[in-house]
T-cell receptor, first 114, second 113 residues
Framework: AQKITQTQPGMFVQEKEAVTLDCTYD???????LFWYKQPSSGEMIFLIY??????QNATEGRYSLNFQKARKSANLVISASQLGDSAMYFC???????????FGAGTRLFVKA | DTGVSQNPRHKITKRGQNVTFRCDPI?????LYWYRQTLGQGPEFLTY????????KSRLLSDRFSAERPKGSFSTLEIQRTEQGDSAMYLC???????????FGSGTQLSVL
């Protein structure tokens, strides 16, 4: 069975600083994908970044990077140069390659302080 | 690309009533998902369609829930005899068969009184 664990219910960061949101996962699938989504107060889930389990390099998308440590089964999201608009819920998610469903963690609420 | 559209945005109903939600996925997306999200939690998988075929349904989904996707286009999620525990945000998402990235709609917020 697959499982995603996000142990930080809430995080605070000062504007313009970097922040790391933790995510660990468990799966028996040999090939899988890891995702991060952002959910602002408006409610819509927004895709941020994707990492395939066989990708050699950590994924980056603008100010977002995914710190993938396969042996530790962790896929932490790093947001550099935080902005006030980054305040939102952040969800780590996983799906088996070629599989049907994507499962989500419980989320981390990020507060960016001015 | 008009995005994933969900209607209604909000639904208030009395316990015991039936409700139906609609999702219009991105037109070229053949895979469609329904998720349920309660306050402070991550989305919980409900069911999945590939074209018109419902390929997976969560064991957590009671018989009061049914979903359809006729002709592989829009989808409906019906909840019969609603209960207060059904109050949640119901999210629809779609994707292509090649890219596992999900595109979400804005959701339908259900309140059962």
């Amino acid at each position: 069975a697959q499982k995603i664990t996000q142990t930080q219910p809430g995080m605070f960061v000062q504007e313009k600083e970097a922040v790391t949101l933790d995510c660990t996962y468990d799966t028996s699938d040999p090939s899988y994908g890891l995702f991060w989504y952002k959910q602002p107060s408006s409610g819509e889930m927004i895709f941020l970044i994707y990492q395939g389990s066989y990708d050699q390099q950590n994924a980056t998308e603008g100010r977002y990077s995914l710190n993938f440590q396969k042996a530790r089964k962790s896929a932490n999201l790093v947001i550099s140069a935080s902005q006030l608009g980054d305040s939102a819920m952040y969800f780590c998610a996983m799906s088996a390659t070629g599989g049907f469903k994507t499962i989500f963690g419980a989320g981390t609420r990020l507060f960016v302080k001015a | 690309d008009t995005g994933v559209s969900q209607n209604p945005r909000h639904k208030i109903t009395k316990r015991g009533q039936n409700v139906t939600f609609r999702c219009d996925p991105i037109s070229e997306h053949n895979r469609l998902y329904w998720y349920r999200q309660t306050l402070g939690q991550g989305p919980e998988f409900l069911t999945y369609f590939q074209n018109e075929a419902q390929l997976e349904k969560s064991r957590l989904l009671s018989d009061r829930f049914s979903a359809e996707r006729p002709k592989g286009s829009f989808s409906t999620l019906e909840i019969q005899r609603t209960e207060q525990g059904d109050s949640a945000m119901y999210l629809c998402a779609s994707r292509t068969g090649l890219n596992e990235k999900l595109f979400f709609g804005s959701g339908t917020q259900l309140s059962v009184l």
